[in-house]
């Protein structure tokens, strides 16, 4: 009798530990759904703050364009420009233009270096030699000036074809 006591008192105590897993299984189950909820309206939370201040900076917007209108309407005159307003070309363009008047100050120059003023040649360190300086075609070497320089810069020489 003491045996059959012992295992029944066993099999009570495996139900009622497995009445309390099953529980626990359960109220997990529950406390994730629940949770899963609450995120689910934390994001609809967030989108909806997010769509307000976009309808916010929206409403912002209109009303400061309203009353950059209503300024122009009375304050300004402004007016989009028509078809009218628009050149055709470069002629229309110049034909706007007016002659200098007699108090206007005169015209912004470049300056220019003097015929007499050399200019420094750049000389490597290493070798000694002007940099990117060619050899004379002559055997003779003129020094460089600004005119001779200008000269060889403002023509270009045809050196044939390059093969890559």
Not at 56 to 71: D, G, N, P
Not at 84 to 111: D, H
Not at 145 to 158: C, I, Q
Request: glycine content about 6%; aromatic content about 6%; proline content about 5%.
């Amino acid at each position: 009798m003491n045996l059959t006591q012992d295992r029944l008192r066993q099999v009570g105590w495996f139900a009622v530990l497995l009445t309390c897993f099953t529980l626990t299984v359960i109220l997990t189950f529950k406390v994730n759904a629940v949770k899963s909820q609450v995120r689910l309206a934390e994001r609809q939370i967030a989108a909806t703050q997010q769509q307000k201040l976009f309808l916010e900076t929206e409403f912002e917007a209109r009303a400061s364009q309203q009353q950059l209108k209503s300024l122009n309407d009375v304050d300004f005159g402004y007016q989009a420009p028509t078809a009218g307003q628009y050149l055709e070309g470069e002629r229309q363009l110049a034909a706007l233009g007016k002659p200098r008047g007699a108090g206007a100050p005169s015209p912004i120059r470049v300056a220019s270096a003097g015929d007499n003023t050399s200019v420094p040649t750049m000389v490597s360190p290493l070798t000694g030699k002007a940099m990117a300086a060619e050899p004379p075609k002559n055997g003779k070497a003129k020094p460089v000036t600004a005119t001779n320089l200008s000269d060889r810069l403002s023509h270009v020489e045809d050196r044939g074809s390059r093969s890559e």
